[in-house]
């Protein structure tokens, strides 16, 4: 059986139950949270080749650094680094390729499932489930126009999976709808026990994230997200990780954490995370094309990526009807900056690299 009928079989299946799952889903109650599920979960960078197709073996070698840094987890596919550019068989592809890496980690691997309805996410879910991922993680339907849709569109993934599932708190590019309310959560943690990590990223954070964290249990984690732009705040009033497309920083995340959980060193927390900040504030000093640069020439000088091609989306951040993809420039005087940053951050590297990376 060719990929393309085994995807075709998949949606086909889509709104059915995975055989076995509902009799083996524990009764509602409160439930520990997975003690896997907790730290830097950091989404991986999708990687292209020099004429755009996904590069799996470097996505491969990303996941093995991001276990090289000590990471707790790694997520892909997901939120807007080019997930919603990325065709059904390359995503499905990608979650066989980083299962299979990720058996020979230690690294926690989460693979996100979404969809435009609930027939699409469902395809993507049960592939997941096929490959044991430690946990997966769901945004809100593009086609969502109410909670009610929310509701029963999570309510079918409970159907299919028993492994921790983390919700994340708005969709994307497409989605219009509401994100769903702490209530809501709330609702699907006490009803699934698997439930009750989230992702939070919407409207006012600070306040969500303050009745989300009051609402545990039955809540179970609660991710900060943004960029990491919050995380130091976020960590003091109790959230238990952080969701970011920034797995470049695996390394210096992890550290933040680490001396977090310890309490024996603030002073190297707040010197950490500022620095990692001053990093992230790039994206003033660097837009546009340069902007999605910044973490391709990263890469791409950590000895992981091969190239700074990306895809990505059209004027207005809009899902082109072809993908559009191109090698990224910076100019000599852009990079000098991005390496003036690089550098107070070292302290807080793992010195080397690992055995694959050959930098360029």
């Known amino acids: 059986m060719t990929r393309r009928q085994m995807i075709g079989l998949a949606m086909a299946g889509a709104s059915g ?12 109650g409160t439930g520990a949270a997975d003690p896997r599920v907790q730290g830097p979960f950091l989404i991986l960078s999708t990687p292209f080749t020099a004429s755009g197709e996904v590069d799996f073996d470097v996505l491969a070698n990303q996941a093995r650094f991001v276990d090289w840094c000590g990471c707790p987890g790694m997520i892909w596919p997901q939120s807007g680094d080019s997930v919603d550019l990325l065709t059904t068989e390359e995503k499905l592809q990608g979650m066989e390729v980083l299962a299979k890496t990720a058996a020979t980690l230690r690294t926690a691997l989460c693979l996100g499932v979404q969809g435009k309805d609930t027939d699409e996410m469902l395809a993507f879910a049960k592939h997941a489930e096929e490959v044991a991922p430690t946990a997966i993680i769901s945004r ?3 086609s969502g126009t109410t909670e009610d849709d929310l509701r029963g569109y999570w309510h079918a993934l409970a159907g299919v999976t028993n492994r921790p599932v983390i919700l994340q708190t708005t969709g994307g590019v497409a989605y219009k709808g509401p994100s769903p309310s702490v209530e809501l959560l709330t609702e699907l943690a006490a009803d699934f026990p698997n439930f009750g990590y989230v992702k939070e990223e919407a409207g006012s954070v600070i306040s969500r ?6 609402a545990r249990p039955p809540i179970r984690r609660v991710f900060g997200a943004r960029g990491g732009l919050g ?3 976020e960590l003091r009033l109790g959230a238990e990780g ?10 210096v995340l992890t550290r933040i954490w680490e001396l977090h959980q310890s309490g024996s060193d603030p002073a190297a927390v707040r010197d950490a995370y500022s620095k990692f900040v001053l990093m992230t504030n790039l994206s003033v000093t660097h837009p546009g094309d340069s ?8 890469w791409k000088k950590r000895g992981v990526f091969q190239n700074m091609v ?3 989306y059209g004027p207005g951040r809009t899902v082109p009807a072809s993908p559009i993809f191109s090698e990224i420039k910076l100019s000599d005087e852009e990079i000098a900056e991005i390496e003036y940053r690089f550098e107070a951050l070292k302290p807080y590297q793992k010195p080397g690299a690992p055995d694959f990376a050959k930098k360029v």
């Open 209 to 214: 994230m303050r009745a989300l964290l009051a």
């Open 231 to 233: 995380w130091l705040y």
């Open 17 to 28: 139950i995975v055989a076995g799952a509902s009799e083996q889903a524990p009764q509602p």
């Open 310 to 312: 990306s895809r990505h």
């Open 242 to 251: 952080l969701i970011t497309e920034r797995a470049v920083y695996a390394d």
């Open 291 to 298: 902007l999605r640069g910044i973490q391709l020439y990263l």
């Open 140 to 142: 809100p339907p593009d």
